[in-house]
């Protein structure tokens, strides 16, 4: 899998109204390819993206602390 529990994550889906924003996997549903990760911190609920809506942010993460 691209991304593993707890790595920080930004939204490259440019449809997407969370494009650019930083959150968190929290889960990931291997039986689902077209949207295996769950995203924490966008929302007031974790939402589902695919692994292409999603790049490594955590160097940006380190950046804002």
């Not at 650019?20 to 996997?25: E, L, P, Q």
Request: with cysteine.
């Amino acid at each position: 899998m691209k991304f593993k529990l707890g790595d920080p994550v930004r939204v490259i889906a440019t449809p997407s109204r969370f494009f650019d924003m930083v959150g968190a996997v929290c889960d990931v549903d291997r039986h689902h390819p077209l949207l295996p990760y769950q995203v924490t911190g966008l929302e007031g609920r974790p939402l589902w993206f695919g692994p292409n809506e999603l790049i490594l942010a955590e160097h940006q993460m380190e950046e804002a602390s």
